[in-house]
């Protein structure tokens, strides 16, 4: 799959990187992670103390698929508003999963952040999310009622209040704190050396096929012709799994982003709190360790990488004009020194997945699909490996495709 085209900044960041060896031979073990983007990274994390042989194993390099052009906002919030999943889920499932999703982002900080070797740039930030016009401004109210009344720590804004914040206004805004922007580059790899330090086998540049999943286990086919014997195979290979399975639950579509030139004042912008908006699709933006503006949106409905690359220097066009009208103290002093396109999923009832089928058994197939793929990330590949491990976890059924909520 074409994942991704254009000029991406986060491999910019990480001039010397890790690097791991291709399969030269024959293989077992307890588990085979295939795909070292974020979602296998962190399953590998995961797994890395369990006692079991694990294999990690990517066609490309570490972190070269859609975890490269990923603009790295984690945020509890999803693109499925609190209150729209409370409709869609019931409340007990809706509210469990946004806490699932804060204490991801807190987990990363605490926990997973301070054991790693290379610094993913983790910056805990507050996000600032408004109505996109009247029509939207009771989106915004529904949605800081329902956060409000589940517990989280938000601040409703009405436009005069908004101008502390930021030079724009809207009628409404919510202002959430517990998120946090994270370099996703140096995360996964950072990720993918402390699970190789611990042991974790770890292969770079080697396509893998699915041979065989039986009742015995499951038959990779390496490149080469050599072959991985495990005993459960985990697919993270993000919107590449659909190659493999044909979840009817996903839609792939089509987005842009781009980073500009560092800029030296950014006091106008009040903590540099992270924007999205109401509208969909949306706009989105925040900063970087070095100052730049990362902004993206302007998904389209396509999965066709033709068609989606036609209109890159259009979108950047557009990502810049937009980031201009929040910020007329930038206008004219702005490029776009980074911008790309890439492949987008989500899922129609939009929860992310963890995938098992009946005709590929002892598998999991690792589905963070949305726009918070790297904190559904976190907590799907924990569900996973305690999973593997005998450990039963409530939520894991919530996230299969049946969608069974079983509260502990």
């Not at 963890?354 to 569900?383: A, D, E, M, T, W």
Request: hydrophobic share 40%.
């Amino acid at each position: 799959m074409d994942l991704k085209s254009g000029n991406l900044y986060w491999p910019d960041t990480l001039k010397e990187k890790p690097s791991y060896p291709i399969v030269e031979e024959n293989m077992e073990c307890d588990v085979v992670i295939i795909g070292a983007g974020v979602s296998g990274a962190c399953t590998a994390y995961e797994l890395k103390d369990s006692g079991l042989d694990i294999i990690l194993i990517d066609k490309r390099t570490v972190a070269a698929g859609s975890s490269s052009a990923n603009t790295g906002l984690l945020q509890f919030s999803n693109d499925q508003l609190l209150h729209e999943a409370i409709r869609a889920f019931g409340k007990t499932a809706a509210v469990d999963h946004y806490w699932r999703c804060f204490n991801a982002i807190s987990r990363l900080r605490d926990e997973i952040v301070p054991s790693l070797s290379i610094d993913p740039e983790l910056i805990m930030r507050e996000s600032l999310f408004f109505a996109s016009n009247e029509d939207e401004i009771e989106t915004v109210q529904e949605e800081y009622k329902a956060l409000k009344e589940a517990g989280f720590d938000v601040e409703y804004v009405e436009k005069d209040e908004m101008k502390k914040w930021v030079p724009f206004s809207r009628r409404a805004a919510i202002i959430t704190k517990g998120d946090a922007e994270v370099n996703p580059y140096k995360l996964t790899h950072g990720l993918v050396k402390a699970a190789s330090d611990a042991g974790v086998r770890i292969f770079e540049q080697t396509e893998v096929f699915l041979k065989k999943a039986d009742e015995d286990g499951v038959l990779i086919r390496a490149a080469g012709g050599y072959l991985i014997k495990a005993k459960k195979a985990i697919f993270a290979q993000g919107y590449e799994t659909q190659e493999t399975v044909k979840e009817k639950n996903t839609v792939i579509e089509s987005s842009y982003a781009i980073v500009t030139n560092s800029i030296d004042d950014l006091s106008f912008w009040k903590d540099n709190v992270m924007i999205w908006e109401s509208a969909r699709p949306y706009f989105y933006a925040r900063t970087t360790a070095d100052y730049r503006i990362v902004i993206g949106g302007l998904d389209e409905r396509t999965s066709n990488p033709d068609m989606r690359d036609q209109k890159m220097i259009a979108k950047r066009d557009e990502l810049i004009k937009e980031v201009e009208s929040w910020f007329p103290q930038l206008q004219g002093a702005i490029q776009a020194e980074y911008n790309w396109s890439g492949s987008f999923a989500h899922t129609h009832d939009g929860q992310p997945m963890i995938g098992q089928y009946g005709r590929v058994p002892n598998s999991y197939f690792l589905l963070g699909y949305g726009g918070n793929g790297i904190v559904y990330s976190l907590f799907l590949s924990k569900l996973v490996a305690r999973h593997i491990m005998g450990k039963k976890d409530p939520a894991f059924s919530f996230y299969s495709k049946e969608r069974v909520y079983e509260p502990e």
